[in-house]
């Protein structure tokens, strides 16, 4: 049996419901399966489970067999030092983290007529994906609007909880800028690098592109390691700026290289976001007034960013913080402009974008992509079909 199917049967609960004993007779309560995680790393993030009463939230590994842990070398990657159970359908050996942690084993009991892989039919990460046609454009386009409205509230309490740790707000549109130059796979890291450097000092190196270069290499721990004179300058500075100000850089491990094509490796990142920085971003005020969306990418270009990845940046993170403050106000005027630079930026173009295009529906513009991700996490992939206005309609013309 493929992990594939191991992952399906997992997520969607598939096992047997019956009480569950890990390996050593541990009583086991699955609470939430986790968030699959579809690159590097261990299968499940963010899971809740209980062993002998005990909460704990972590990530979840599956195997056909116990023994691939080890196989895997798994035992000797930090990044799986947060698995919280290993789940295996075909026990054998033990599981240790490279701390020498032990992690419970769980064999998942396996309803015979899951164990054919033919026998089994994979659940649409869209359910209603063969009914869409039945829901008119007017509806579709409703749902979609309430969609995108959830995801910039979603994003503003992010802000609004930085805000409140006594993030200024400069420091809080660099942490937004720095994940989104993760472009997905690796927004956690750049994310938490961010948080980890002082934003005065970033501000202070702004017209010193070496020092800031060496900061955030440093920060991201990816410092060059060849002997060239470049490269050992860029050490002594970062090493400088380390003991000056107390810094404290990410874990090399935090970074995710697989399925990554080479102008998106994390280091060619760091150097472009250095470079991004280096420009002096508009007043809030000047914000207010620039109707078009075109006028803001004339900031930055040209630049380190190509025109459609500038669109990204945009997108993900001065637009969602621009819509924040201003709701935060309460001035709906300034909501309604970040609505509209939405509306006057092409659709993205990413895997789940074309999952819904394949379905028939065809977005127009960013504010139509942003809304279909949105659904697409946070309804159709959860199966909350009953929290959603497309599973009523649909619901409704059977009763």
Excluded at 140 to 169: H, N, V
Excluded at 170 to 182: A, H, I, T, W
Excluded at 294 to 315: D, H, M, N, T, Y
Aim: include cysteine; glycine fraction near 4%; hydrophobic fraction near 40%.
């Amino acid at each position: 049996m493929t992990e594939d199917v191991l992952q399906l049967i997992w997520q969607h609960r598939l096992y047997r419901q019956e009480p569950f004993l890990t390996e050593e007779g541990e009583v086991l309560e699955i609470i939430h399966p986790g968030l699959l995680n579809r690159d590097a790393g261990p299968d499940f993030f963010n899971a809740k489970i209980k062993i002998n009463g005990i909460l704990w939230a972590g990530n979840v590994e599956l195997h056909h067999q116990a023994s691939d842990w080890h196989r895997h070398k798994h035992h000797q990657n930090p990044a799986f030092d947060n698995v919280i159970l290993h789940v295996v359908a075909k026990s054998g050996g033990c599981t240790f983290n490279s701390k020498g942690r032990k992690i419970p084993v769980w064999l998942m009991p396996l309803p015979r007529e899951l164990r054919d892989f033919s026998k089994i039919a994979i659940p649409s990460s869209l359910p209603c994906s063969q009914k869409l046609t039945q829901i008119s454009t007017l509806n579709l386009c409703a749902w979609t609007d309430r969609m995108l409205l959830e995801r910039l509230q979603d994003k503003t309490a992010s802000i609004a909880a930085m805000l409140q740790q006594g993030f200024s707000r400069q420091k809080v549109l660099f942490v937004l800028m720095s994940r989104s130059f993760g472009f997905g796979l690796n927004n956690d890291a750049f994310e938490q690098l961010a948080r980890q450097t002082p934003w005065e000092l970033v501000r202070d190196l702004k017209n010193q592109p070496l020092a800031l270069k060496a900061l955030l290499l440093g920060q991201g721990a990816m410092l060059p390691k060849d002997r060239s004179k470049a490269s050992r300058q860029m050490v002594r500075t970062y090493q400088q700026l380390k003991r000056q100000h107390a810094l404290h850089p990410i874990k090399p491990e935090q970074w995710k290289r697989l399925r990554i094509r080479p102008f998106g490796f994390p280091r060619r990142r760091l150097l472009q976001l250095a470079e991004f920085l280096q420009h002096d971003f508009p007043a809030l005020e000047t914000l207010n007034q620039t109707p078009h969306i075109s006028s803001l990418e004339k900031v930055w270009l040209p630049g380190p960013l190509s025109r459609k990845a500038l669109q990204l940046v945009l997108i993900n993170s001065v637009i969602p913080f621009f819509f924040a403050l201003n709701w935060l106000q309460d001035k709906p005027g300034g909501c309604q402009r970040a609505l509209d630079w939405l509306q006057q930026l092409p659709p993205e173009n990413n895997r789940i974008t074309r999952v819904w295009k394949s379905m028939g529906l065809r977005p127009l513009s960013a504010a139509d992509t942003q809304a279909l991700l949105h659904l697409h996490r946070h309804y159709c992939v959860l199966h909350r079909c009953l929290h959603c206005r497309i599973g009523h309609l649909l619901l409704a013309q059977h009763d």
